[in-house]
């Protein structure tokens, strides 16, 4: 009953929420991620790393497809090239248990949200 009401409310909360807001939380969960898979690489949790950082790259692909080049294309590729290095970096972590590429995607991440969160700012 109550786990059926927290969907509900998670749900109209996100249908509800502006834009840029759901952009901010995307990179905050994705970092989120991060954290988790550190954790999880660091305890050899091969499950929990596989769950965290098959979420993390699942927020990447749709800021990727969320893209639109039509709109700003030079902006757009610099951005797709930025998510792929990204993935790469994911998938370098997730084969070698290093959580070092962890650390270079959560900072091309961390400074794409800050710089978001700057140009939000009126």
Do not use: W
Not at 88 to 109: E, F, K, T, Y
Not at 112 to 120: G, T
């Amino acid at each position: 009953m109550y786990a059926r009401a927290a969907l509900a409310y998670r749900d109209v909360d996100l249908e509800s929420a502006a834009k840029p807001d759901l952009v901010t939380r995307l990179f905050g969960r994705f970092l989120t991620d991060l954290d988790r898979a550190r954790a999880a690489i660091k305890a050899r949790d091969i499950a929990g790393k596989a769950t965290a950082l098959d979420h993390g790259m699942r927020i990447v692909v749709e800021l990727r497809a969320a893209l639109d080049h039509k709109a700003a294309p030079e902006l757009c590729a610099n951005l797709d090239a930025l998510y792929q290095f990204v993935l790469d970096q994911i998938m370098l972590a997730s084969s070698s248990l290093n959580p070092v590429h962890l650390d270079h995607a959560g900072n091309v991440m961390t400074q794409l949200r800050d710089a978001f969160v700057e140009v939000r700012v009126p």
